[in-house]
T-cell receptor
């Protein structure tokens, strides 16, 4: 079993829809949770960063962490065609330097 | 400010040939990472450098892969000999190295195809 599980999709939604992306994990030592966005033929770029449980909002993006359920989510409001990309969750333990990534979810926003 | 630079962007070789990838991290970043990303998968760490020292190479297949980071700046990842299963994207990332909360900045990757 992988440490981090993420539905690979693909996920296709109309422009303006609310998108929900999710990951589950098994390692309770994970303390820092990230979402990376990766456009085709590009490297991943950090989108959201959350420490421990709770919510974090940045514009149209909201990241949620539920450590009791070992479940994290990324919500995208008013989705735009430019949001079409692969979204990777990643997490790391306190004091560690090794990021553990999910498989990535390929998202397409249709105009 | 320039981001992480990688070259070449694409490489096609025949199996059993050697290949090398080059990475120039963001200026001032002490920590450098090499990741492997297979199609439809997330990146997996191959090796992490703190300055010149390889501090985590547990996932590097040492029979055919090698890496170096001379002078603690640029880095080279080599495969010799390449196998068909090595076809993937090789990503380089860098961070300041000041702690767990460091943001890792990724380069565009080198897409390797082994025929």
């Amino acid at each position: 079993q992988k440490e981090v599980e993420q539905d690979p999709g693909p996920l296709s939604v109309p422009e303006g829809a609310i998108v929900s992306l999710n990951c589950t994990y098994s390692n309770s030592a994970f303390q820092y949770f990230m979402w990376y966005r990766q456009y085709s033929r590009k490297g991943p770029e950090l989108l959201m960063y959350t420490y421990s449980s709770g919510n974090k909002e940045d514009g149209r993006f909201t990241a949620q962490v539920d450590k009791s359920s070992k479940y994290i989510s990324l919500f995208i409001r008013d989705s735009q065609p430019s949001d079409s990309a692969t979204y990777l969750c990643a997490m790391i333990s306190q004091g560690a330097q090794k990021l553990v990534f999910g498989q990535g979810t390929r998202l397409t926003i249709n105009p | 400010e320039a981001g992480v630079v990688q070259s070449p962007r694409y490489k096609i070789i025949e199996k059993k040939q050697p290949v090398a990838f080059w990475c120039n991290p963001i200026s001032g970043h002490n920590t450098l990472y090499w990741y492997l990303q297979n199609l439809g998968q997330g990146p997996e760490l191959l090796i992490r450098y703190e300055n010149e020292e390889a501090v985590d190479d547990s996932q590097l297949p040492k029979d055919r892969f090698s890496a170096e980071r001379l002078k603690g700046v640029d880095s080279t990842l080599k495969i010799q000999p390449a196998e068909l299963g090595d076809s993937a994207v090789y990503l380089c990332a860098s961070s300041t190295g000041t702690g767990t909360q460091d943001t890792q900045y990724f380069g565009p990757g080198t897409r390797l195809t082994v025929l």
